[in-house]
């Protein structure tokens, strides 16, 4: 009798972990690991995966004092990159730096221990510490928001390490920038170069080679500064080769980020001459093409019509 019993329970735990197990994997997409450098790996959705699947890349850095990472993804993608990390080092996770404060680069923030040191701009903590957060972008219905991982019990997963214009964190071999120029995609987007690999994460203020995503009404970005913020991004950097971008399914040359500041500003100018004409916006979307030099990068006209829109706005 007793036996039995036991054995039932057993069954039945065994039920419900195989179930909880399936239907979390069932709505995760498949990750791809991308060795940069020795110490430096580049988590991002596996080729096959389409739409924003895990949600931004993650940048995993292997450290004499324990592993950082830089963004962690849609809420529930945790284990996944705690997984990724156990591939490439025994070392706990000490730091997390977020590029800026969307859902789908710090969901998985609360999936570490809250004795991490998290790092992010302080623009970007006053977003994640707000109540007030939706990101208008609608994922799963719009039910998944911006400051959802930082509220209640997870205030304690508010970043502890803040700064405004640039921070180093470690030393030699170690050494990480972090750099602040301004506002674009957010008010808080920061580029995180690692000094030896010669490696840039550029969050969403370089996301793939196409016209970005610009959250002006929910986290202050601006179409306005987003060009010149690039520009200050290209002449304070130096000594970077390679490129995490913030979505691109493989990292990109840091010439294709030079390239997307002359491929966005071109629009801007086409904006502010088509405006100073007396042109209207549904003009200048419908008459603008992609420059040939930059035949390889995206304009959808959703994406035209709203930089446009908010270029006109003077947003
Ligand atoms: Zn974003």
Redesign the pocket.
């Known amino acids: 009798m007793k036996r039995s019993i036991y054995l039932a329970g057993l069954t039945a735990l065994g039920l419900i972990a195989t179930m909880v197990t399936f239907e979390a994997r069932q709505d995760r997409a498949s990750l791809t690991v991308h060795e940069i450098a020795d110490n430096l790996y580049m988590l991002a959705n596996a080729p096959s995966v389409e739409g924003m699947g895990g949600g931004?890349n993650t940048a995993i850095f292997v450290t004499d004092g324990g592993v950082t990472l830089v963004d962690t993804k849609i809420k529930g993608y945790g284990q996944d990159i705690l997984a990724a990390v156990r591939e490439l080092t025994d070392k706990p996770v000490t730091t997390i730096i977020n590029?800026?404060?969307?859902w789908?680069?710090s969901g998985s923030n609360p999936e570490f221990p809250d004795s991490v040191n998290f790092v992010a701009h302080e623009n970007t903590r006053g977003h994640m510490a707000s109540q007030d957060c939706d990101?208008g972008a609608g994922f799963q219905g719009g039910s998944i928001k911006n400051c959802e991982s930082f509220t209640g019990a997870n205030v304690t997963y508010l970043p502890k390490t803040t700064f405004s214009d640039t921070l180093t964190l470690f030393s030699g071999a170690d050494q990480i920038d972090l750099y602040y120029f301004g506002r674009g995609?957010?008010d808080g987007?920061i580029f995180v170069v690692f000094r030896a690999a010669r490696v840039m994460h550029s969050?969403?203020m370089f996301?793939r080679r196409g016209l970005p995503?610009l959250?002006v009404p929910n986290?202050n970005g601006s179409a306005v500064e987003f060009g010149e913020t690039l520009k200050r991004a290209i002449s304070g950097i130096s000594n970077v080769d390679t490129v995490i971008p913030?979505h691109n399914p493989i990292p990109l040359p840091w010439n294709d980020f030079v390239k997307y500041e002359g491929f966005y500003n071109d629009l801007v100018m086409k904006a502010q001459q088509g405006k100073a004409a007396g042109r209207s916006v549904d003009d200048v979307v419908s008459s603008y093409r992609v420059p040939s030099e930059y035949s390889n990068y995206a304009a959808p006209e959703d994406r035209v019509r709203a930089t446009v829109q908010y270029l006109f706005d003077g947003q």
């Open positions: 931004g590029t800026h404060t969307h789908d680069h990101d995609h957010t987007d969050g969403d996301a995503f959250d986290s913030g």
